[in-house]
């Protein structure tokens, strides 16, 4: 199995930025398809951004097109979320997941981390 451990959350004032990580086990980590969630409190758990295994096909939810980056280090076996011009409306837990095997895009995901909690202040 593969472990994932997302880090970076935090506080932030709206129009501010954070990088969030997401450090993963295992020598097959650059196989996996990868993405990101995300659920506020009282809402079901919602799509953010995913990225191929190899980092050439990136896609987004529309809520976060323009400001977020979804990116990959295989080489370090972690994930990132950059997240610029952040708004309220973003305040929520964050978490990663990965694909073991599949075709892409990925209709479901087999690791999940614990998540971590960015909180945009008005």
């Not at 994932?4 to 990580?21: C, H, I, P, T, W």
């Not at 996996?32 to 799509?47: L, N, S, V």
Request: glycine content about 12%; overall charge positive.
């Amino acid at each position: 199995q593969v472990h994932l451990v997302e880090s970076g959350g935090g506080l932030v004032q709206a129009g501010g930025s954070l990088r969030l990580s997401c450090a993963a086990s295992g020598r097959t980590f650059s196989t996996y398809a990868t993405g990101w969630f995300r659920q506020a409190p009282g809402k079901e758990r919602e799509f953010v951004a995913r990225i191929s295994s190899s980092g050439g096909i990136r896609s987004y939810a529309d809520s976060v097109k323009g400001r977020f980056t979804i990116s990959r280090d295989n080489a370090k076996n972690t994930l990132y979320l950059q997240m610029n011009s952040l708004k309220p409306e973003d305040t929520a837990v964050y978490y990663c997941a990965a694909a073991a095997y599949g075709p892409y895009p990925p209709t479901s995901y087999d690791y999940w981390g614990q998540g971590t909690q960015v909180i945009v202040s008005s």
